[in-house]
């Protein structure tokens, strides 16, 4: 049974350019969160969605950072223009139901350089 | 608003002894918490959750944890410790109030087990 699956799982990219980041979640989960995670700031929530709609996006760094899932099988995490601050692992995680009991399913990770 | 504290970013212990991982929470409202683990490379799988039935929850891999309310703490503990088990350990809070509630995680416990 595949998991939460991203891509790509590095990315080097150079200060400026458009980084796009793709998450396909669980067949039949209907919630999906993205995550960036720093030495410095750890674990942070930038969006997560409800079958298909954001729910909250308060996480979202700024207006370089935006996010869409077009589908129930599909999301992106756009970052245009990319900063070196912008380096850190992202993750995105897929849940069964948008209630807070439920487990969290999460990918792989993408990490992110940007120089 | 729910937040976590982890007492202690990085713990050492030796092969074959006890494991605890504190954690402690505040939260507004009854909290739902759960433990996540993160080996090298990977993306967060979860340990354990506890969701108001059980004080005492059982967990994958020997892990277990105690709610305690009058101390909020959800301390993570297991009696033998393998090197297996050497990884980052978080701990997460969710309130039970709207099944949109996120979970907030928190900065994480490095575990280092010496053979």
């Known amino acids: 049974d595949a998991g939460v699956i991203q891509s790509p799982r590095h990315e080097v990219t150079e200060m400026g350019q458009e980084v796009t980041l793709r998450c396909k979640p669980i067949?039949?989960?209907?919630?999906l969160f993205w995550y960036r995670q720093t030495m410095m700031r750890g674990l942070e929530l930038l969006i997560y969605?409800?079958?298909?709609?954001?729910?909250?996006d308060s996480g979202m760094p700024e207006d370089r950072f935006s996010a869409k899932m077009p589908n129930a099988s599909f999301s992106t995490l756009k970052i245009q223009p990319s900063e070196p601050r912008d380096s850190a692992v992202y993750f995105c995680?897929?849940?069964?139901?948008?209630?807070?009991?439920?487990?969290?399913?999460f990918g792989p990770g993408t990490r992110l350089t940007v120089l | 608003a729910q937040s976590v504290t982890q007492l202690g970013s990085h713990v050492s212990v030796s092969e074959g002894a006890l494991v605890l991982l504190r954690c402690n929470y505040s939260?507004?409202?009854?909290?739902?918490l759960f433990w996540y683990v993160q080996y090298p490379n990977q993306g967060l799988q979860l340990l354990l959750k506890y969701t108001s039935a059980a004080t005492l929850v059982k967990g994958i891999n020997g892990f277990e944890a105690e709610f305690k309310k009058s101390e909020t703490s959800f301390h993570l503990t297991k009696p033998s410790a393998h090197m297996s088990d050497a990884a980052e350990y978080f701990c997460?809070?969710?309130?039970?109030?709207?099944?949109?509630?996120?979970?907030?995680f928190g900065p994480g416990t490095s575990l280092s087990v010496i053979p």
């Open positions: 939260s507004s409202v009854p909290p739902y």
């Open positions: 067949s039949g989960h209907n919630s």
């Open positions: 997460a809070v969710s309130g039970m109030k709207t099944s949109y509630d996120k979970v907030i």
């Open positions: 995680a897929s849940s069964p139901m948008g209630g807070p009991y439920n487990e969290q399913f």
């Open positions: 969605f409800n079958n298909n709609v954001p729910i909250d």
